[in-house]
């Protein structure tokens, strides 16, 4: 399993087992964020504002619920069996803003008694750059696969369709093809904005720069996130805009 460190001292699982993290939700039986089917750990707290995001109940920091390592590693636990060709995915809201609870929650995955389990971060970097780079140092050290965003590769459009700069993601990817760590790139197409072929081939670009990438996702832009706006009071930014249909994302791709 490339990346993982399953030698954990016995006083250091202990000390990952109690760190604590904001967690939004968890899903027991993932079957779209990562390999296999996975424990899908949702964080709580995400600095972007992306305009399609399904998920902005995730956005705010502080609330959530406060879960410990060593009760997600019991919850995964109690379905080892339906794991056996999956593992663990974090992903958010937006995990690298919690990089030592991840971390921790990595490591003991790596390290657990019952066998190391698969660890997968799904991330749009929004907190990454390559200046703090040793900040995340021991998350990735045992990350075995991550599933990375690119919103667009237009970096003025990238403004302000996500409320950041482009570059978190294109300097973590470059930290990831340096480490190289298996990286899937996912791109959402959403009609009008990121879905002309001059974009795309764009995305295709930026990629072929990292040997690391073992698949590209083109992931259709969808409306079910739309009632979560409404029920929050949140204006949806992006009313009126219909779905992409799933055929001409694939062309696309």
């Not at 899903?27 to 902005?56: A, I, K, L, W």
């Not at 990595?106 to 040793?134: N, W």
């Not at 996912?186 to 930026?206: F, K, M, N, Q, W």
Request: proline letters at 5%; hydrophobic letters at 35%; glycine letters at 10%.
């Amino acid at each position: 399993m490339e990346g993982a460190d399953v030698t954990v001292d016995t006083e250091g699982r202990a000390r990952d087992v109690d760190v604590v993290g904001r967690v939004h939700s968890t899903e027991s039986f993932g079957t779209v964020d990562g390999p296999g089917t996975r424990f899908v750990v949702f964080c709580q707290g995400c600095p972007m504002r992306c305009q399609y995001c399904h998920n902005p109940d995730t956005w705010e920091f502080g609330k959530g619920t406060e879960k410990s390592v060593r009760e997600l590693l019991e919850m995964f636990e109690r379905n080892r069996p339906f794991y056996k060709r999956g593992g663990i995915t974090v992903t958010g809201g937006e995990p690298m803003a919690q990089p030592d609870f991840v971390a921790a929650l990595f490591r003991a995955a790596h390290a657990a008694p019952a066998g190391c389990i698969h660890t997968c971060l799904d991330t749009s970097a929004a907190t990454f750059s390559a200046e703090r780079a040793e900040r995340f140092s021991a998350l990735l050290d045992d990350t075995d696969m991550v599933l990375l965003d690119i919103k667009t590769s237009d970096p003025a459009l990238h403004e302000t369709l996500c409320g950041l700069p482009a570059s978190h993601a294109l300097e973590l990817g470059d930290e990831l093809a340096r480490r190289g760590i298996p990286t899937l790139v996912r791109h959402v197409v959403v009609p009008g904005l990121t879905d002309s072929e001059e974009e795309c081939a764009e995305v295709g670009r930026i990629i072929g720069n990292w040997d690391n990438v073992v698949g590209l996702d083109f992931l259709p832009y969808h409306t079910m996130g739309k009632v979560k706006y409404d029920k929050l009071g949140i204006d949806y930014p992006l009313k009126g805009v219909k779905a992409m249909d799933a055929t001409r994302a694939r062309e696309l791709r």
